[in-house]
């Protein structure tokens, strides 16, 4: 079990309470429709900062090594079509994270998160699916400072939720 020491003794169903008790409001969604590269980092970033619910959008199958059993304590959903993407558009401002988009994007550094957002990240090479995006409230990209156009959807997951994680650490603070 690949936990930290506070939870070397409980159940997963007990993990999986607890990690729903303390979560932040704020969910994450991955296209996942060519190859399943970067899914499990997604899944373990989802846990590590916070995500209450993970979704993927595309192929059931995936390669669940890399996640070292992060999917057991998270709900995880998978969307088979966008009209399932449509019905999360009525409960979260769905949010598209992507640096190769043609629609007016805001800085992460300057965005601030809300309550009941999806952050929604594309795959690596292919980004997120039109069909997705156009139904997106909000575009945000990481700026960067080297000569690449994106790095890759694990380490900008990793990127966004540490933001998104420590502006709700901050508000519960106040």
């Known amino acids: 079990m690949n936990v930290i020491n506070q939870y070397k003794d409980w159940t997963t169903a007990k ?3 607890e990690l729903n008790r303390k979560s932040f409001p704020y969910s994450i969604m991955m296209q996942h429709i060519n190859g399943d ?7 373990r970033n989802g846990n590590a900062f916070g995500a209450k619910e993970i979704f993927y959008y595309g192929k059931k199958k995936w390669d669940r090594r890399g ?19 449509n ?22 550094y300057d ?7 999806l952050y ?12 997705v995006l156009k139904d997106c409230d ?15 959807v694990g380490t900008s997951s990793g990127i966004v939720m540490n933001h998104v ?9 106040k």
């Not at 996640?67 to 966008?82: E, I």
């Not at 409960?91 to 007016?104: E, T």
């Not at 909000?138 to 890759?152: A, H």
Request: hydrophobic share 35%; glycine share 6%.
């Open 111 to 117: 965005f601030i998160p809300q309550e009941n957002d």
């Open 67 to 85: 996640a070292v059993g992060c999917h057991n304590y998270k709900q995880l959903t998978h969307l088979k079509d966008q009209s399932q993407i």
């Open 87 to 108: 019905e999360l558009k009525k409960k979260y401002r769905l949010v598209a994270i992507d640096n190769n988009i043609n629609y007016p994007t805001k800085d992460l």
């Open 120 to 131: 929604i990240f594309g795959e690596e090479s292919s980004g997120i699916m039109e069909e």
């Open 15 to 17: 993990i999986k309470e």
């Open 165 to 173: 994680a420590g502006h709700f650490r901050q508000a519960n603070k």
């Open 138 to 152: 909000e575009f945000v990209t990481i700026p960067q400072y080297g000569s690449v156009r994106s790095i890759n």
């Open 37 to 43: 590269f970067n899914i499990s980092t997604f899944i």
